[in-house]
């Protein structure tokens, strides 16, 4: 890497989000930790950034609010903002028909608006700089669906056709625009989830690592990567 470059997490206080960003700033990106409130736990993340000899600044702001978001990423613009980890995303598991509207549209306005409010203005710069990496985090939930995720699926769904669609935009300006669609893995997301019955469709018969989705990103991330773009890549043991 001859130019110092800097990678934009969203959701980057604790699971993947954290993992991305250590691993990010251990191939030698400066990283921003976006977070919408845990302030303590990205700073915590900050710390082990910096601990790897990179700068890390804490960016505390809502991916669904598009005014606070467009002020902080105009402000992040001055240092520039190589890669894109749009990792932000809730989940409001329940059975369609017992679906809120409110929740609905938690997890709509946080994956989909999330994705429109962050990369929109990021765009342009990579595009003028002949150089980008936007990465999406999907869900194998968005590729093949799930019980009790309607709404999940259809923003992590959502997502994917995002991504086809902005890579064919901007592949001639040396932008790449791909996806990643986890499975199982092991975060706090995965409290309360009954982990014995889904293992037994995973043919690895395991949960992924946060740190394993980590490294995926980091390729993807990486020049090592530039004649990847529009693609969603499942890391799912098999699922």
Known sequence: MSERRRALITGASRGIGAAIARTLARDGFDIVINCKANVVRAEEVATEVRALGREAVVAPFDVTDAASTSRAVEALLEGGIHVLVNNAGVTRDAPF???????????????????????????????????????????????????????????????????????????????????????????????????????????????????????????????????????????????
Do not use: C
Not at 118 to 132: D, E, H, S
Not at 156 to 184: D, F, M, Q, S, Y
């Open 97 to 239: 028909p017992t679906t809120t509207e409110t929740a609905w549209n938690d997890v709509l306005d946080t994956t989909l608006g999330g994705f429109y409010n962050v990369t929109r203005p990021l765009v342009m710069p990579m595009v003028q700089r002949r150089w980008g990496r936007i990465i999406n985090v999907s869900s194998i939930s968005g590729v093949i669906g799930n019980r009790g995720q309607v709404g999940y699926s259809a923003a992590k769904a959502g997502l994917i056709g995002a991504t086809k669609a902005l890579a064919l935009e901007v592949a001639k300006r040396h932008v790449t625009v791909n996806a990643i669609a986890p499975g199982l893995i092991d975060t706090e997301m995965l409290e309360g989830a009954p982990v014995d019955e889904i293992l037994k469709h995973i043919p690895m018969r395991r949960v992924g690592q946060a740190d394993e989705v980590a490294e995926l990103v980091a390729f993807l991330a990486s020049d090592r990567a530039a004649y990847i773009t529009g693609q969603v890549i499942a890391i799912s043991g098999g699922l």
